[in-house]
């Protein structure tokens, strides 16, 4: 079964830390890993990776994939509190559906 | 242009009753998806439709259904509901063009905060 494992699942730091969120994970036939930020109820997409070892950067934001090692890195930079949200990890693996498998979140907290 | 949009925002039932929840994807969508995220977990797949037919059911017992309607929006009915199904129900869509296709990014709605008391 597809399984995605988030760490930490909780990390509060002051604003301008810079932060590393953690997603582990097992797929069958892996697609792609995408990353989500949900702040209130609706979560917006921040990153897909497909290819390992290749950056994508957005801001202060950026993440990685290592499709050998099994997992992905979201590096935040200079934190704000508008950063504070709960970050979602999921995987896609080719089984006919469009189905993500999420990982429980980490919930992100930056004190002024 | 409009996101995915859902009705209603929140609901409150008892247990036993049935429930539906709406859903309109971002327009030229075809692809609609629901998701149960119970609080503290991460969004757990129900359905997948794209083009009127399912192509995929996550492990939920079949008091769940869902139908996508010629205009791609969709609806999720959940019928005897238990206290186990209050959670924030999430719609998605997705603009892929094919059946085949899985690696597109899924656009999510504000959800349905269902309570089953």
């Known amino acids: 079964e597809d399984k995605v494992v988030q760490s930490p699942l909780s990390l509060v730091v002051h604003e301008g830390d810079t932060v590393t969120l953690n997603c582990s994970y097992e797929?069958?036939?892996?697609?792609?890993l995408l990353w989500y930020k949900q702040e209130k109820k609706a979560p917006t997409f921040l990153f897909m990776l497909?290819?390992?070892?290749i950056e994508k950067k957005s801001g202060r934001l950026s993440s990685i994939l290592d499709k050998k090692e099994l997992f992905s890195i979201l590096n935040i930079t200079a934190t704000q509190t508008g950063d504070s949200a709960i970050y979602l990890c999921?995987?896609?693996?080719?089984?006919?559906?469009?189905?993500?498998?999420f990982g429980q979140g980490t919930r992100l907290t930056i004190n002024p | 242009d409009a996101g995915v949009t859902q009705s209603p925002t929140h609901l409150i039932k008892t247990r036993g009753q049935h429930v539906t929840l709406r859903c309109s994807p971002i327009?030229?969508?075809?692809?609609v998806s629901w998701y149960q995220q119970v609080l503290g977990q991460g969004p757990q797949f129900i359905f997948q439709?794209?083009?009127?037919?399912?192509?995929g059911r996550g492990n939920f017992p079949d008091r769940f259904s869902a139908r996508q309607f010629p205009n791609y929006s969709s609806e999720l009915n959940v019928n005897a509901l238990l206290l186990g199904d209050s959670a924030l129900y999430l719609c998605?869509?997705?603009?892929?063009?094919?059946?085949?296709?899985?690696?597109?990014?899924?656009?999510f709605g504000s959800g349905t905060q269902l309570s089953v008391l």
């Open positions: 998605a869509s997705s603009p892929i063009s094919d059946r085949s296709t899985t690696n597109e990014k899924l656009f």
């Open positions: 797929v069958t036939n892996f697609r792609s």
């Open positions: 497909t290819s390992s070892g």
């Open positions: 999921a995987v896609v693996g080719f089984q006919g559906a469009q189905k993500l498998v």
């Open positions: 327009s030229g969508h075809k692809s």
């Open positions: 439709y794209y083009e009127k037919e399912e192509r």
